[in-house]
Nanobody, 126 residues
Framework: QVQLEESGGGLVQAGVSLRLSCAAS??????????MGWFRQAPGKEGEFVAAMRADGDALYEDVFKGRFTISRDNGAKTVYLKMNTLKPEDTAVYYC??????????????????WGRGTQVTVSP
């Protein structure tokens, strides 16, 4: 069984940085076979794609997050990170980590991801 567990969220003030982590576990889970993604869902809004990193290390971002958010991964630690800089109140959301098999190229659709974490809350105060 595959589990993804996010951590690193919290209540912060606008302008600061935060790094989220997503630890993958599961006896048969080979992270090198998966693209890893981050999504978020703000209160009353649809979930949205934030960033993904392919198994080969190629990073992909939703345009609005380019230059401010950075995704990275450590396959040895089975962990994916999302570094968020200059946080804004509108970044307040639950952030979810997800994994999809690398053979599926579509990276920003929630339906293409096989495994999901339970999310970590990020709240940014003005």
């Amino acid at each position: 069984q595959v589990q993804l567990e996010e951590s690193g969220g919290g209540l912060v003030q606008a302008g600061v940085s935060l790094r989220l982590s997503c630890a993958a576990s599961g006896r048969t889970f080979r992270i090198s076979m998966y693209d890893m993604g981050w999504f978020r869902q703000a209160p009353g809004k649809e979930g949205e794609f934030v960033a993904a990193m392919r198994a080969d290390g190629d990073a992909l971002y939703e345009d609005v997050f380019k230059g401010r958010f950075t995704i990275s991964r450590d396959n040895g630690a089975k962990t994916v990170y999302l570094k968020m800089n200059t946080l804004k109140p509108e970044d307040t959301a639950v952030y979810y980590c997800a994994a999809k098999v690398k053979t599926i190229r579509h990276h920003n659709g929630q339906s293409t991801y096989n495994y999901w974490g339970r999310g970590t809350q990020v709240t940014v105060s003005p």
